[in-house]
């Protein structure tokens, strides 16, 4: 018997297209900011791994006393997106440079987190991008293809599903690679200048297990005080800590954080941790519906600043204070007034224009807010209007009063034009350096001489930083004088090929990273 196929008529297919907007239902073009072909350009655009490489100093001499290694972390995509890709999501890539005795060795490995295993595979994307959001039916259509998956056993959500591409750490002997979606990945580094990773640091067995990519370390104590967020379930916040060893303590829960929100980085004082809820919310069913991207703006919300004693047991012990219009990112430090023990300053920048927060170009400022724990009062001034952001400080005044912070100078975002120095106390700018024409570098990173002498000068070290070449395509690495005026230029180093521009670093001493 001759079965016969219904076809479908060539005027399903018109009626089809005649529907107003239906492209756009299904299918509809994806925000520049996370269109792959828009935003992985130029020095953004990703780079092979390249084995450890000798790298020769072309100008002045490395500091015989700049024994260890500089490894900064950074968004590389390992395969071509299949649709939107956040610079953020992106697959980390660890640039590292070791010095010994005057000479520097790079080295460039991706982080084998469960996702890029995964993805490397099958030379494909495998994991959904959830903060570069999904866009119509189609990219909602492929995330319920990636729920079949995981009930079908193909992807273990145990595992995680993040980049690790945003920080490292150092914490009870293990060097850490961070993104505060998932937890951190341990990192082993060799005696030729390799970057080899160990694998996922499971301290907490249980789903969507997260922690934040700025823990802070206190050089008195030894303990790293640490955080959470989940963008679902309550609580939306949890505060936790390590002690010395590396040992993880009990979780507070923070339940008078009603909402979900993003929050990327905090404070600690002597006595208290600090946290900033900003504008930007957190609308994961917006995304699994295909609505557009995981973090929202909120105009309706008030910013607020929560303040929790370091060693609470429960959230009975936080403190909130409005703060209209303070929208932080990055927290530079923060401490207890010698004058008045009630009184916590924070310094930090402000991102003024938070609703344009997917956009390459933001407006900051650098405040210094004054909050009376008794009182409630808060007071704002302005240290700075100069577009600054990723501040860093000499990391032994973690928590306490310090004088001196170093900023780039923002260009777009992680394009940083050069580096401010600023005095805190007096607010006014006592170093400067810029690359030159079209020269770019990263996070200015401030590495003390002696860091484990806290009576020497706070400012008596080194600022570091790779820097792009953006008209001849080369990059170099750059050790400036943290101490002189102009940030004067102590070492230069030729870099084998361009290093794209990424997020942030650290400086281990040669004794740190012999424990591994």
């Not at 979606?181 to 990773?197: F, H, R, S, V």
């Not at 370091?310 to 990112?329: C, I």
């Amino acid at each position: 018997m001759k079965i016969s196929i219904p076809t479908i008529p060539p005027s399903f297919f018109s009626a089809i297209a005649s529907v107003p907007h239906l492209t756009d239902i299904i299918d509809p073009p994806v925000h520049p900011s996370v269109d792959p072909q828009h935003v992985f350009t130029g020095n953004f655009a990703p780079v092979d791994e390249l084995n450890p490489t000798e790298c020769p100093v072309i100008e002045g001499k490395i500091p015989l006393s700049l024994n260890g290694v500089y490894i900064r972390n950074g968004p590389n995509p390992g395969h071509k997106p299949l649709r939107a890709l956040h610079f953020c999501e992106a697959d980390g890539m660890l640039h590292s440079l070791q010095f010994s005795n005057g000479r520097a060795t790079y080295c460039s490995r991706y982080v084998n987190t469960y996702k890029y295993k995964l993805e490397e595979e099958v030379a494909s994307p495998v994991i959904p991008n959830f903060l570069s959001g999904f866009y119509g039916l189609l990219d909602a259509f492929r995330f319920f293809a990636y729920l079949v998956k995981i009930i079908a056993g193909h992807i273990n959500l145990m595992n995680g599903f993040g980049v690790a591409n945003t920080s490292l750490a150092f914490i009870g002997n293990k060097l850490l690679a961070l993104y505060e979606a998932d937890l951190p990945y341990e990192i082993k580094l060799t005696e030729e200048g390799d970057i080899k990773t160990l694998g996922r640091w499971n301290i907490d067995k249980m789903l969507f297990a997260s922690f934040t990519a700025h823990p802070k370390f206190d050089m008195e104590t030894k303990e790293t005080f640490a955080f959470r967020y989940s963008p679902v379930f309550a609580p939306y916040l949890s505060f936790f800590r390590f002690d010395e060893n590396g040992v993880k303590q009990k979780e507070v829960p923070i339940l008078s954080m009603k909402k979900p929100c993003f929050i990327h980085d905090f404070a600690i004082t002597r006595r208290y941790a600090i946290f900033q809820e900003t504008q930007l919310v957190l609308s994961p069913f917006k995304v699994v519906m295909g609505g557009g991207q995981l973090v929202d703006y909120d105009p309706r919300h008030t910013p607020r600043i929560g303040i929790i004693p370091r060693y609470a047991t429960s959230d009975s012990e936080m403190k909130w204070f409005h703060v209209p219009g303070l929208n932080v990112l990055h927290a530079v430090n923060a401490w207890e007034n010698d004058d008045d023990d009630e009184e916590i300053v924070l310094v930090a920048s402000n991102v003024i224009t938070i609703e344009n927060m997917y956009d390459k170009w933001l407006t900051l400022s650098v405040e210094k807010i004054s909050i009376n724990m008794k009182t409630g009062k808060v007071v704002r001034s302005i240290l700075s209007a100069g577009n600054l952001e990723f501040g860093t400080i000499n990391t032994s005044y973690t928590g306490k009063k310090n004088r001196f912070a170093y900023f780039g100078v923002v260009d777009e975002v992680a394009k940083l034009s050069g580096i401010v120095k600023l005095d805190i106390e007096t607010g006014q700018e006592v170093g400067r350096r810029f690359y030159g024409q079209s020269c770019f570098g990263g996070e200015p990173l401030f590495v003390a001489k002696e860091a484990e002498h806290v009576e020497s000068d706070e400012d008596d070290g080194y600022v570091m930083s790779f820097v792009h070449d953006e008209k001849t395509g080369e990059s170099k690495f750059l050790v400036m004088d943290a101490k002189s005026p102009e940030l004067a230029v102590m070492a230069v180093v030729k870099l084998p090929r361009r290093v794209p521009y990424g997020f942030h670093g650290l400086f281990l001493s040669k004794e740190k990273y012999r424990y591994f």
